[in-house]
Structures are given as structure tokens and as C-alpha cells.
T-cell receptor, first 116, second 111 residues
Framework: DGGITQSPKYLFRKEGQNVTLSCEQN?????MYWYRQDPGQGLRLIYY???????QKGDIAEGYSVSREKKESFPLTVTSAQKNPTAFYLC???????????????FGSGTRLTVV | QKEVEQNSGPLSVPEGAIASLNCTYS??????FFWYRQYSGKSPELIMF????GDKEDGRFTAQLNKASQYVSLLIRDSQPSDSATYLC???????????FGTGTRLQVTL
């Protein structure tokens, strides 16, 4: 079955440590996205990528980095510069853009990151 | 002004009633709109999308779009306790090539 897989489901980070969240899709989607969700604040866009080897900053990119070396993969690194990383992180993908009905996203199951 | 706005709720409706969830948007270039349901601790799942003015029905769900008023709504008929969740409205703008989400409305269906 096609889908989008995030791992790990739970992740604990120590102060000053970088951690990487994995996101893999086998839907052959062109675009991939990373969102952060905090209670009461909805989804906030961190980074997105429309094609391989290209990505754009979202609304809250500071303290995060990404790469898009393969169409299927879009890992997110939470660096030590992100001072308040505890949140629920969601990865999503979509078929390319251009056609209105293809604009919908498929979400992964999420990674819950906690600073310890 | 937020691009997509929703009342955070909670919206409480009795079982069997119609739940009406509303969303307004500021970008007149928005082409299509999506409703996602999100249970606590889970990821959002797509319920419906709409891109033409008027109504679109799918089972117990009806999405309504009024581009002149920049207003989108989701009606849930015969509400069930399992419908209790947060509902996210999102608008898609071709030029921006991404969805913009509202903060969501929490729906509680009471017995």
C-alpha cells in the first residue's frame, strides 16, 4: 500500500543535541512538507520541497534544516539552535500542484519530540 | 490577519444533530479548500475538498464554498460521538503552491 512513513514515533532530545526525523513516501508525490503542531496553534510550516534538490523555508524555519536528495525522502533535522523544539512534527506529501484537486496533502503519522 | 481563520471552539452538538463548521479566508487567489479531521494525538486525515462555488456532498458531510464572501463551511449531518475531533480548514493557492491551514475547530458530540 502507498503511504507516507515517519519515524520514530517518539523522540527525546537532550539540550544541545541535534536530532533527525525521518519521512519517506512511496506515493510518487513531487512535493513534501514539514509542519510543527503545538497545542492551540494549528499547523505551522517549517520547510517544503517541490522537487529533488530544492526546498523552501516556511514560516518557522529557524533552528531546522532539511535535505531532499531523493524524491521519496525528506528528513528534518532539529538543531540545537531551536530553543523550544518540544512539539508534534508532521510530514506531508502531495502530487504536483497546478491542478486544484491535486493540492491535498497526505500526512504521515507524526513524530512527537520532547526535550529532556 | 490570518490567511485562514476558524473559531477554535469547542463546538458542542448533541448526537444526531447537524454540526456546522465555518472558515473564512483572506486570499482571493485561493483556488480550492480542504477539510481535515484530526483526532487527539493523531495526524490529520482528509475528509473533503471543494473548488467550485456551491455545495458538495459526500455521505453525511457537505462542504460549501462561497468565493464572493470568502467563506467555506463543513456540515456534518446526524453527528456521532466518533465525529468528536478537531476539524482543520485549509486553502490552496496555486501561486504559493502550498496549503495554508486554519488553527482548527474542536467539535464535541455529546450523548
Amino acid at each position: 500500500d502507498g503511504g507516507i512513513t515517519q519515524s520514530p514515533k517518539y523522540l527525546f532530545r537532550k539540550e544541545g543535541q541535534n536530532v533527525t526525523l525521518s519521512c519517506e513516501q512511496n506515493l510518487n508525490h513531487d512535493a513534501m512538507y514539514w509542519y510543527r503542531q503545538d497545542p492551540g496553534q494549528g499547523l505551522r510550516l517549517i520547510y517544503y520541497s517541490q522537487i529533488v534538490n530544492d526546498f523552501q523555508k516556511g514560516d518557522i524555519a529557524e533552528g531546522y534544516s532539511v535535505s531532499r536528495e531523493k524524491k521519496e525522502s525528506f528528513p528534518l533535522t532539529v538543531t540545537s539552535a531551536q530553543k523550544n523544539p518540544t512539539a508534534f512534527y508532521l510530514c506531508a506529501s502531495s502530487a504536483f500542484l497546478g491542478h486544484t484537486t491535486d493540492g491535498g496533502y497526505t500526512f504521515g503519522s507524526g513524530t512527537r519530540l520532547t526535550v529532556v | 490577519q490570518k490567511e485562514v481563520e476558524q473559531n477554535s471552539g469547542p463546538l458542542s452538538v448533541p448526537e444526531g444533530a447537524i454540526a456546522s463548521l465555518n472558515c473564512t479566508y483572506s486570499d482571493r487567489g485561493s483556488q480550492s479548500f480542504f477539510w481535515y479531521r484530526q483526532y487527539s494525538g493523531k495526524s490529520p486525515e482528509l475528509i473533503m475538498f471543494i473548488y467550485s462555488n456551491g455545495d458538495k456532498e459526500d455521505g453525511r458531510f457537505t462542504a460549501q464554498l462561497n468565493k464572493a464572501s470568502q467563506y467555506v463551511s463543513l456540515l456534518i449531518r446526524d453527528s456521532q460521538p466518533s465525529d468528536s475531533a478537531t476539524y482543520l480548514c485549509a486553502g490552496f493557492t496555486g501561486t504559493a503552491s502550498k496549503l495554508t491551514f486554519g488553527t482548527g475547530t474542536r467539535l464535541q458530540v455529546t450523548l
